[in-house]
């Protein structure tokens, strides 16, 4: 039994110089996503930053208390 030789069949993109919108998708309307993001992840998100906003204020109050302990 013989095999019929298939033509393979390629397709090639290519990017004109004068219209180049490669992410053009990433920008259309991005409050719009950002909100939605936000909205949907809000208890993500403070879960994550309370933590990290609370040790950076410990560590900005501890360091300024250390400068004026060692003031006088």
Request: net charge positive; aromatic share 12%; no cysteine.
């Amino acid at each position: 039994m013989a095999k019929a030789s298939v033509p393979v069949k390629s397709v090639v993109y290519a990017l004109s110089p004068f219209q180049q919108k490669i992410m053009n998708g990433l920008w259309k309307d991005l409050p719009g996503k950002l909100h939605h993001k936000v909205s949907e992840n809000w208890i993500s998100a403070t879960l994550l930053l309370t933590p990290l906003v609370g040790v950076y204020s410990y560590v900005q109050a501890y360091q300024e208390k250390e400068k004026l302990s060692h003031r006088y």
